[in-house]
């Protein structure tokens, strides 16, 4: 991509003028459990179960919560990598809920994905030059010069050089690799990236490099990201919203100085307590919340509220009636019927 042409694309407009680029309502992903002969279902695992956010133009939304909440199977719904099993997801205004291949496919270049294992997501028998110019194959496009100098220029922008274009993925390191999965999403010039744990599995030395990175193409290509992310840390450096999930439900969302600051959902309070302090003496450090109790199964959540069962502020009616992820401040949402730091 050269200068030129990134020089034309124009800067996001302000939030609230504009409909939201991707909208989610009571989204869910039950994966059936079936047993005998005749594959009776006897049950289902509740992955995702019910979730609402939307994400605007131009904004980065992180996701968090521990292993098994629910994020990575969000993030192939939303790109429909998935069939969810209800609910609503629409983007541009229009709804993608139940598209079929064919009808998907002019909506894969507004939407691609990155994934997490760059090791895993890079066939080893094709060249970084096949791998990157794969998208403009596949939905029929002939970039300006060629797709050798478009690919040569995406690499150079993620920051590899344009002479790799015919080695093949062995030969490069983990960075190296998650930066051409970078570049090949990016090949169709996308509105919004998802991008699923994209430096779990680097090196911590590098994960700040590609976490830079994404930061740089944001700016200059304005795009939309969903990253999902187990880092706190992470998270607060590239998001401005942050959504915490948690037993396939969305517990809180806020913008990430109001979320970080001042947690509302208990949970959350839990999250962050447990991220590490450089200093312990200070005054800031917060007192460590030791979660009793495992994580619930998704095959047999609890009535009511999903945390009540590791949560010290549960009362009866935690066990009754579930709570909704309603407004509690401007800006930030919760679900929980007795929210820390409320007003």
Not at 197 to 212: C, F, R, T
Not at 214 to 226: F, H, K, P, R, S
């Amino acid at each position: 991509m050269t200068d030129s042409q990134t020089a034309t694309i124009p800067s996001p407009a302000p939030a609230a003028d504009r409909e939201p680029l991707l909208r989610v309502e009571g989204l869910t992903r039950h994966f059936p459990i079936t047993k005998g002969l005749l594959r009776r279902q006897t049950g289902a695992v509740r992955a995702v179960d019910g979730i609402d956010f939307t994400v605007n133009a131009g904004e980065t939304l992180g996701v968090v919560g521990e292993s098994g909440c629910g994020k990575s199977t969000m993030g192939r719904l939303i790109t429909r990598l998935d069939e969810p099993t209800g609910g609503k997801i629409q983007f541009q205004g229009t709804d993608i809920t139940h598209l079929g291949v064919s009808a998907m496919r002019p909506l894969r270049r507004d939407i691609q994905m990155i994934f997490q294992d760059p090791y895993s997501s890079l066939n080893p028998r094709h060249t970084v030059g096949t791998i990157v110019g794969a998208p403009f194959k596949l939905q029929g496009v002939e970039p300006e010069g060629g797709v050798k100098k478009a690919v040569q220029d995406l690499l150079e922008l993620c920051g590899l050089s344009p002479e790799h274009y015919n080695r093949y993925p062995h030969e490069f390191s983990g960075g190296q690799r998650q930066r051409i999965g970078i570049a090949r999403a990016l090949a169709l010039k996308p509105k919004m990236i998802v991008a699923d744990e994209p430096v779990s599995a680097l090196d911590v030395s590098i994960q700040a490099q590609v976490v830079n990175l994404l930061d740089d193409l944001q700016q200059e290509l304005g795009l939309t990201y969903v990253i999902i992310a187990h880092d706190l840390s992470v998270v607060r450096h590239v998001s401005d919203r942050v959504a915490v999930m948690y037993l396939g439900k969305v517990v809180e969302i806020a913008d990430r100085d109001s979320l970080y600051k001042s947690p509302m959902h208990p949970y959350t309070n839990a999250l962050m307590s447990a991220v590490p302090t450089p200093d312990p003496k200070r005054k800031e450090a917060r007192e460590r919340i030791l979660l009793k109790g495992d994580v619930p199964s998704p095959l047999n959540p609890p009535s009511g509220c999903r945390f009540r069962t590791r949560c010290w502020k549960v009362q009866d009616i935690c066990s009754v009636q579930e709570p909704p992820l309603q407004i509690a401040k401007a800006g930030h949402q919760v679900a929980c019927h007795f929210p820390e730091n409320a007003a």
